[in-house]
């Protein structure tokens, strides 16, 4: 375990003036990645790749099936496996602090750099070169300027990959963080030979039958408080298994009170393979900012889609979670 780093925000161009000289380098992504930390990771990997680097990228924790279709998804490494030897270069993808992205970062010696590439509004420069850029849609932004400044080919393989993350932490070019910034890139990626049906279509339009049903379960059991600004659901072990879902294919979940009309802030409560933790995911679609609620838990995440871990069950964890925004509510969105 090497001392903890901080270091210093960094531009696009001294981010890409580490990579230019093609160090052997690894990418990782936060832990239970979502579709833009797997797609920024696997366009870094195989844009670096491209420009005759050698690259791994080795990630932390279960992969949700739903990203099997990303290309070159075979080659991700499971961490531990492929920290050795380690890299000249260590690049974060989509991490806002430096547990996101353990045990890959304590494995890295001293002289391994690191570059934190990311676009939380959170992050803690945990590395010892920082590129964060709070106003982009997604980290696939961030890394598509890097990739621009680097000079690597946007193949249609890294272009689906990017264009995989924006959609996914967009909600599909949907929420506020949207900007005319993410539609130009977007357009480069179309103009670069990606097909949009290849990634709609297996993010959107091929769900697991079980994954319906547990969806309609979940629909007839939601609950509100406070007039239906606050509704959540709740997810047991139990009943992923009944349903033949993994767990970590039910982060998403938290989309059905998110949806409903009159809803400002929507909770997804689920039970974690670790007896007495408890997974709990906010979305805000007013001006409640969640990643208040969840920095104070020990997560992380953005103004409107964040979320933690905490200690108890389900229905131990539950009531205060929901005492406290409601608290935030009367508070004015504290
Ligand atoms: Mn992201």
Redesign the pocket.
């Known amino acids: 375990m090497t001392a903890p780093r901080r270091g210093e925000d960094a531009t696009v161009r001294e981010i890409a003036d580490v990579l230019r000289p093609l160090p052997r380098l690894l990418v990782t992504a936060h832990v239970n990645p ?1 579709g ?2 797997v797609g ?1 990771a696997l366009a870094a990997l195989q844009a670096y790749r491209a420009l005759g680097g050698e690259a791994r990228y080795v990630q932390v924790g279960p992969i949700a099936r739903t990203y099997r279709f990303l290309p070159g998804f075979d080659a991700i490494v499971a961490a531990p496996e492929g920290l050795d030897p380690p890299p000249d270069v260590l690049l974060s993808l ?1 991490a806002a602090s430096a547990d996101r992205v353990e045990p890959v970062l304590s494995a890295m010696p001293a002289e391994t750099e690191v570059l934190n590439v ?3 509004v959170s992050n803690t420069r945990f590395g010892d070169r920082n590129l964060v850029d709070p106003e982009a849609a ?3 932004e961030v890394l598509h300027a890097v990739l621009r400044e680097l000079g690597a080919p946007l193949t249609p393989e890294v272009a689906t990959c990017l264009y995989a ?1 924006i959609v ?2 967009t909600g599909r070019f949907g929420y506020p963080g949207t900007g005319p910034g993410t539609h130009r890139i977007a357009a480069e990626l179309l103009e670069a030979g990606i097909r949009p049906e290849e990634v709609h279509g297996p993010l959107y339009r091929s769900v697991p039958i079980g994954l319906l049903r547990l969806t309609g379960a979940l629909i007839a059991a939601l609950e509100t408080r406070l007039d239906g600004r606050l509704a959540w659901v709740e997810l047991t072990r139990a009943a992923c298994e009944e349903a033949g879902v993994a767990m970590k294919d039910a982060a998403d979940l938290v989309d059905i009170p998110a949806s409903v009309e009159g809803v400002e802030v929507a909770a997804l409560f689920r039970e974690t393979d670790r007896p007495g933790k408890t997974k709990v995911s906010l979305r805000s679609k007013g001006t409640l900012r969640v990643d208040r609620i969840a920095v104070r838990r020990g997560g992380g995440g ?1 103004p409107a889609a964040a979320g933690f871990t905490a200690d108890g069950s389900v229905g131990e964890v539950r009531d205060p979670v929901l005492r406290e925004i409601e608290e935030a509510f009367a508070d004015g969105g504290r």
């Open positions: 979502d833009d930390a920024s989509d990311d676009h939380h997604a980290t696939a993350g996914t932490d953005h």
